[in-house]
């Protein structure tokens, strides 16, 4: 079992910065194919990007593309969002999660952090 942590929510302006993290529990984290999703209050949870298990092929959200970038620190069992230029629709609270049959479905995860707040003001 892969427990993960997300950290780096805030408050932002819109057009604004920040970078979200996600820390594993044990370097299993490495064998998992990895994802960021996120959930606006009233909505349903949105999928944002995935990363395969080597980090070498990502995938974004028409909405994020271009604003967002998915790395992976192996070393750290660290997952990271940058996000740039950041909208008021980005507001929401953002899960990491981890798993082996999933790619933009959260059906195909199995592990998820606790969810980081990101509020974007206009």
């Known amino acids: 079992q892969v427990q993960l942590v997300e ?8 057009g604004g910065s920040l970078k979200l993290s996600c820390t594993a529990s044990s370097p299993t984290f490495s064998t998992y194919r990895n994802a960021w999703f996120r959930q606006a209050p009233g909505k349903e949870r949105e999928f944002v990007a995935v990363i395969n298990r080597s980090g070498g092929t990502t995938y974004y959200a028409d909405s994020v593309k271009g604003r967002f970038t998915f790395s992976r620190d192996k ?3 660290t997952l990271y969002l940058q996000m740039n230029n950041l909208k008021p629709e980005d507001t929401a609270v953002y899960y990491c999660a981890a798993g082996t049959t999933g790619w933009s479905s959260a059906r195909g995860y199995d592990y998820w952090g606790q969810g980081t707040q990101v509020t974007v003001s206009s």
């Open 7 to 14: 950290s780096g929510g805030g408050l932002v302006q819109a």
């Open 75 to 77: 070393a750290k069992n």
